[in-house]
Each structure stands twice: as C-alpha cells, then as structure tokens.
C-alpha cells in the first residue's frame, strides 16, 4: 500500500496556536500547559518505572518458579532413582531368596536320600540281627531241651543211690546235734554252778553290766546331741526339700552339684518363664527391688504369688534367688502337718538355719495353704496350731536375713495374721494365646528340635517335614484354659509318642492325636474341679444357714 501522511492534526494546532495568540493571557496558557505536559512526562516518567519494577519481578518470579521447578524435578528423579535402587535390591534379595531355597532344597533331597539309605541299612542290620537271635534262641532251647533230658535220665538211674546218701547224711547230722545239745548243756550247767558259787565273780559281773548300761546311755545322749548341734550348725533342717545354700555337708555329699552352683552365672530372672507382659514388668521390679535391697542390707518385703497350679510360682523364686545373689530354701506346708509335735522345733531350726546365712535367704513355701490356714478348733490340730504359731512369732517384724515368699492355690484360706505379714500379693495368672504359642515353640524347641539335630547316633527322635511354628500356632488357639505346665507335659507327651513309634519320627498326625487327647482329660479336669467347687459352695452355705439359726436360738 502507498504510504500518505494525514495533516489534519497539523493543521488543528496551527489553529489552535492562532487562536491562542489572539488572547491576552496566551503566555501563562503556554506556560500552564509546558507545566502540564511536563507534569504527564514525570507520571508516563513514573509510570515506566513502575512498569520495569514489575516487569522486574515477573522476571524474580520467573526465576523462583523456574527454580522451584527444577529443584522438584530433581527430587522426583532422586525419588525414581531410589525406587529403581530399591527395585534392584528386591530383585537381589529375591534371586538370593530363591538361591538359598533351591540350596535347601537340594540339601533336604539329599538329606532324605541319606535318611532312606540309613533306613536301609538299618531295616538290613535289624533283619540280621533279628534273624541271629532267632537262631541262638532256637540252639539255646535245643541244648537246654538235652541237657533236661540227661539230667532227668541220670536221675531216673541213680534214684536208689542218692536216696542211700540221703538217709545216711542225715543221720549224722542227727546224731551231731544231739551230741552238741549235750555237750553245751553240761558246759552251761557247770560253768553256772561255779559263777553262783564265786561272789567276786558275781559282783564283778553286776558291776560290768551296770558300767555298760551307764555307757550306753550317754553315748547314745551325747551322739544326738552332737549330732543335733553339727546339724544346726552345718546341716540343712528337715522341712527344707531343696535348697542352694551350700553348706559342708552338702559339699561332702554332692560335690558336683555345689560346684555347678558355685560357678553358676548370675541370669535374667525370667529367662526360662514365659508370663504376660504386665506380669512380666510387675515381677521385673520384684527383682531389682531385692536386688538393691541385698546390695544395700536393707529390710527384705515379704510376697505372696497366687493362681492356678503350673503357672510358674516356683520357678520364679528360684530365678529370683539367683539374679538377687540370694540363696533359696524350698518348703512344703504339706510337710508340717505329719511332724506333730516336732512341727514347731522345726519351724525354728528352719527360721535359725536362715538367720545364719552370709548372702541371705529366700524361704519359698509351696502350698503355703496346707499350713497357714485360719486357725479353728475343728479344722486344725493343736500341734499345727502351735506350729502356726511358732511361724507368725519368727515373721512378725522385716528382716535382713531372709525373705519370704508363699505360693498358693487357695490364698483364701489364709490366716489373717499371715495376710498382715505378707507386703507385695501377686497373682499368676493362665497364659493367654501370645504367652501359650511361646511356650509351646519353648519345650518344642528344648525337648525335640534340639534332640532331632544333636547329630547324635544314639538319639532315636526325628523331625517330619512340616511347619512346626505355624503348628505351634493353632495348637496355642485351640489350648485355651491349659497351664504352662500343662503344655509342658504335651509337648513331652508328642516327643514320647514319637519315640513309641515304629519310625522314631514326630509327624504332624501324632502332634494333633496327642493334642485332642490333651484337651479331652483338660476338660475332664475342669469339669471335676467344678463340681468340687459347687459341693464347697454348698457347704459354705449350709454351715452359714446353721450358724444363723444357732445364733437366732
């Protein structure tokens, strides 16, 4: 297109100067608007630099975001690389995880190639060994067949002749007493004669017989009371059926026992005890209380565990003595009752025993509830009331000798004044599922993992390929109400059950007959424990309706 320039603004300012050079005032307009368009050149001026400081941070912003961008970009492909790295790892672990299981693998078909050659071999040496027997048994009852033969045969011949022989020994043995019978009775007859004859001999004799007696006699008095005295002193008292106080006699008589209990290292007290976890902690500061309370010869508390039978009572005081640097002493209170009267001398050599010990002592009585029940004039003998006594005397006040600790079944059953001696009360409860499963996998570990890998040659019990955790497991949900000592007893119940079998080895089927067998006389026992307890119920209630009605009257 032509270019053409438009003149018309020209010619509008043309005129427009014209016309204001007519006017009076045309400078000071000129002037105003010089001022004015300077004044729009300072604002465009103003204007622009606005512009330019946006413009400015348009740009920062830019930058920020362009930044801010790369810097996320960098951190997904960090996030990708570490993906791909963790991908990599996987896959190592998987191929490592797929090696080891192609490795067991060829271990466990080898290890069966060599079971089934030894099972072989085996079956081959019974099969001749049992063959061999049978031969020998065979000879041996031919040859005690003839030998019976002859001897009844030479009998039969000789018959007249032994019966002559008979009848000849015999007289002479006849005639030999008879001339013995006369022979002593002339001997005693004169010999008495001259003794009553002789009064010195008769007065020497009195004397003789009198200073044998009077010797006797204190021999036998003064052999018991030094035994009694080396008894207090180095001995352990009657009532206690186990203890790890070491004393001269012990060493005399097990020496390799006390020396194990010598070098014994100093354990987790519940290493061994699988309890729940609250139990656990409860018990956890039972222990370092005892501990410090050794360590710094204070004042011992006195502690009751309760609860169901097989629960870990015992064993835990054990435990307890051990990790505290204390020794124990074992006591039933069934054993006291029988003493009668001797019950309350042993309660004090019991007592006196423990206050000589250097490390101190924790006196466990089990099945406490045979011995410290409430005193009653029907339910209780005087001599286990005197008894009762004698123990509520000795444990009165705190010691720093010796600590005790009760188990019982029944802590119902307790004197009141044996509850007032008693600080800490800790109840014992059934294992629930999590503590049972790791009692289980305990004592399978211990009595036939251990066993089937000794290596040993003589050791009969073998494993069967099957997951015995997860087995382990079920067996935990279906053995809901059982003790700990009651699991013990089925996993011991598995590993006879294998040793019964043709085979020697554990199978899966013997672990779920076993159990179901378990569960069955469980049940039997809970259900006669119910009914014991629902007849003492009624003789609770019976004997509280007459003692209402004797009271009434």
Known sequence: MAYSFDSTALERAAKAARDLERFPNAKEALELSRMQEVTRQKEVENETKKIEAQLANMKSEHIRVAEEERRKTLGEETKHAHSRAEYQDQL????????????????EESLRKQEESVKKQELLRKQTIEHELALKHKYELEKIDAETRARAKAARDNRDVNLEQMKLHEEENR????????????????????????????????????????????????????????????????????????????????????????????????????LSPALERRLRDIAITTSNTKRNNGLFRNVMFYGPPGTGKTLFAKSLAQHSGLDYAVLTGGDIA??????????????????????????????????????????????????????LFRTGEQSRKFMLVVASNQPEQFDWAVNDRLDQLVEFTLPGNEERERILLQYFNEHIVVPATSGSRSQRLKLDSFDWVKKCNEIAKKTSGMSGRELSKLVIGWQASAYASETGVLTEAIVDRNTADAMIQHEHKMEWLEKEQLKARHQETKFGTTLKRETAV
């Open 338 to 391: 029988p003493l009668g009267r001797d019950g309350v001398s042993a309660i004090h050599k019991v007592f006196d025993w423990a206050g000589k010990s250097r490390k101190g002592l924790i006196v466990f009585i089990d099945e406490a509830d045979a011995f410290l029940q409430k005193r009653s004039k029907d339910g209780m003998s005087e001599d286990t009331r005197a008894a009762l006594n004698a123990f």
């Open 175 to 274: 005639k030999t007493v008879i001339e013995k019978i006369k022979t002593s009775g002339e001997l005693i007859g004169s010999g008495l004669n001259q003794f009553l004859s002789d009064k010195t001999k008769i007065a020497a004799a009195v004397g003789g017989l009198t200073a044998l007696a009077v010797g006797w006699y204190t021999a036998k008095r003064g052999t018991g009371i030094t035994a009694r005295y080396i008894e207090s002193r180095l001995g352990k008292p009657s009532l206690v059926r186990e203890t790890s106080r070491i004393t001269p006699l012990e060493i005399a008589k097990h020496p390799i026992k006390t020396i194990q209990m010598m070098t014994r290292q100093k354990k987790d007290p519940l290493e061994g005890v699988v």
């Open 92 to 107: 190592a672990r998987k191929r490592a995880e797929e090696e080891l299981a192609m490795k067991a693998r060829m271990q």
